[in-house]
């Protein structure tokens, strides 16, 4: 289970997105700017960032680069995200210093192996996070282990 930050402008993209990788096993937390990005990521010490090219505060690839400058955390694995993939904006994302590269609409099978190709080159590492409360839709407070309701 990765710790994830997912920053995006629309909310309507968070709210897929946030189901797209919880649905995969993943705690997410959101942010709708690039500011609010920056204090999670001092805050949690996520395991993972995804940031989208078009955020609040921040032009292009300039949050990748102030998440990497940040001294005191340890650094996480970072996605960048757009709608197109020209071979000169994903040039631009990994000279920033983001990991990976997405394209917008997610599709689960690539975020999936995206995710694991992470793993592999060990940029990726899920630590062992301590359970948490959450409230899901009917209302009612569960203990969410291992990302799993139970």
Not at 52 to 63: K, N, P, Q, S, Y
Not at 126 to 132: C, D
Not at 134 to 148: E, G, H, P, T
């Amino acid at each position: 289970m990765a710790n994830i930050i997912l920053a995006d402008q629309s909310a309507a993209v968070r709210r897929a997105a946030k189901f797209l990788f919880e649905s995969l096993g993943h705690s997410v937390e959101v942010a709708r700017n690039g500011v609010e990005v920056l204090e999670l990521v001092k805050g949690m010490s996520p395991d993972l960032v995804i940031v989208d090219a078009r955020l609040e505060g921040f032009e292009g690839t300039a949050l990748v680069e102030a998440i990497r400058a940040l001294a005191d955390c340890r650094h996480p694995c970072i996605f960048f995200v757009a709608e197109n993939g020209s071979p000169m904006a994903v040039r631009s994302a990994l000279d920033a210093g983001a990991d990976d590269y997405l394209i917008k609409p997610f599709d689960r099978d690539i975020v999936s192996f995206k995710m694991a190709q992470a793993r592999a080159r060990g940029r990726l590492v899920e630590r062992p996070h301590a359970p948490r409360f959450v409230q899901d839709n009917s209302n009612s407070w569960r203990l969410r282990a291992f990302s799993k309701a139970v």
